[in-house]
């Protein structure tokens, strides 16, 4: 067993993640649980927090981006133990019970936070709320969900016309609408329906494109009257309804997985079993993608738990074809394009990534990070306004100092690009990982072998 990793802090309270693989090769085996669906252990949270009597979650993410609205509910008054992977208590106070905070709601880094939040505190009428977030999330664009809520008579005022955070939430009783959203976002239709509990008749989402649909689910399982025309890709809420404390069992998040199916993928001779990932359809683009690029992979005791499809998801290494990725399977993807560039540049051919220009309001311009990334890796990339163009064939790059940016799907997709590579990589800002995967690197440890 070896450890190609070393965590250095520097002076500026950041992380440099150093990897080194031994010259002789490595490969990656074993059994590994990944972190709590990030999706689902938000939403767990929130309708907990709005709904009547106590909701108890199993399996949550215990990173920094479900801190962020676990913290923000607190301030609200609603009692949540501490958080941890076992059995997290929230005590609800039911809808419309959100007490006034005496100060300002901060979101964090956390896009789902303060996005899907947005609805919910403009449908709590007689109420003020000031939400805000970090340097990355106070760029980062809102005004996709402050333009709909304003359709429904919410009053919300922040920078740039209202589409930047700071933002300021005066709660009134909304107006039903029959939103056609532009994009397919899952973000977008979870705040418009969580504004529409509280608010009196229907009110409807129509999306382009299908995009994920834990929060259909979810309000479905906590008693919400909702209804779904997938013949459509719209959902509909009937307010004002109630919602009503549940057990939440939550699977192992598929993004987090994405990383060590890319990983066993390309390093040659590597097996690994993923135990419990969620296999929600709306979110299984990646391994569609995977399956275009020949991956060898099988799920296996496929099951379903508290309404989410589960199964154990077994990689072995296999010799990877180009592909194009674009079109209706973005939306069920888009989290996992960071890693999926660097499965490509092992890809026998050109892969091209098109549809994808959301990736460049995430928690970082994905495109552009991980074209100048894997660029400094020596892979020959192609940037383009919704995607990326990549020459794979690779059989390994080059040890090289590139930056996550402080995102954490940036980080941990070059951490395993560094595994393949000649040298030492250099990661700074690696820290970024535990938004959403606080065990990243020991996991990476315990599964190389020399």
């Known amino acids: 067993m070896v450890a190609p990793l070393v965590l250095l802090e520097n002076t500026e309270n950041h992380a440099t993640l150093k990897l080194s693989p031994p010259s002789g090769g490595l490969s990656l085996q074993g059994k590994i649980q990944v972190p709590g669906d990030k999706s689902i252990s938000h939403r767990a949270l929130m309708l907990g927090a709005l709904a009547e009597g106590t909701t108890e979650i199993e ?16 301030a609200m008054g609603v009692e949540i133990s501490e958080l941890n992977p076992t059995h997290v208590v929230v005590k609800g106070v039911g809808l419309g019970n959100l007490q006034e905070p005496t100060t300002v709601l901060d979101a964090g880094n956390s896009g789902t936070t303060m996005r899907l939040m947005l609805g919910i505190l403009a449908s709590h009428a007689g109420r003020f709320f000031a939400v805000t977030g970090d340097d990355s999330l106070r760029t980062r664009p809102m005004s996709r969900v402050v333009k709909p809520l304003q359709d ?3 009053q919300i005022w922040g920078r740039k016309d209202n589409a930047l955070a700071p933002l300021a939430v005066q709660g009134q009783t909304l107006k039903p609408i029959h939103y056609h959203s532009p994009i397919a976002s899952a973000q977008v239709k979870s705040c418009i329906l969580l504004a529409g509990l509280l608010t009196p008749g229907k009110t409807t989402v129509t999306e382009p494109a299908l995009s994920r649909d834990h929060s259909e689910r979810m309000l479905k399982a906590f008693g919400a009257d909702i209804s779904v025309e997938p013949e459509t890709n719209s959902v509909t809420v009937t307010g004002p309804t109630q919602l009503h404390g549940q057990k939440v069992v ?115 311009d994905r495109l552009a990070v991980m074209a100048d990334s894997l660029g400094k890796m020596g892979v020959e990339v192609t940037e383009h306004p919704d995607g ?31 595994l393949m590579a000649k040298g030492t990589t250099a990661i700074a800002r690696a820290e970024a990982a535990a938004i959403s995967y606080p065990n990243f690197v020991e996991t990476l440890e315990d599964i190389c072998q020399a």
Request: aromatic share 4%.
């Open 388 to 418: 990326l163009e990549i020459v794979g064939g690779a059989t390994a790059l080059e040890g090289a100092e590139v930056d996550s940016f402080t995102d954490h799907r940036i980080a941990m997709s070059l951490a395993i690009a560094a």
């Open 152 to 154: 429904m008579q919410a």
């Open 250 to 364: 939550v699977p192992g998040d598929i993004s987090s997985a994405a990383f060590w199916l890319v990983a066993a993928s390309i390093v040659p001779g590597s097996e690994l079993l993923i135990e419990n990932v969620g296999v929600n359809p709306t979110r299984t683009g990646i391994l569609e993608a995977l399956e275009m690029m020949q991956a060898d992979i099988t799920l296996e005791n496929e099951r379903e738990v508290a309404g989410e499809p589960v199964a154990d998801l077994r990689v072995r290494s296999a010799k990877l074809k180009a592909c194009t990725i674009g079109g209706d399977v973005i939306p069920r993807l888009i989290d996992e394009v960071p890693i999926l560039a660097v499965a490509a540049a092992f890809a026998e051919g050109t892969t091209v990534v098109k549809d994808a220009a959301e990736l460049r309001v995430k928690e970082s």
């Open 59 to 74: 399996g949550l993410l215990v990173g920094e981006d479900p801190q962020s609205t676990a913290a923000c509910f607190r």
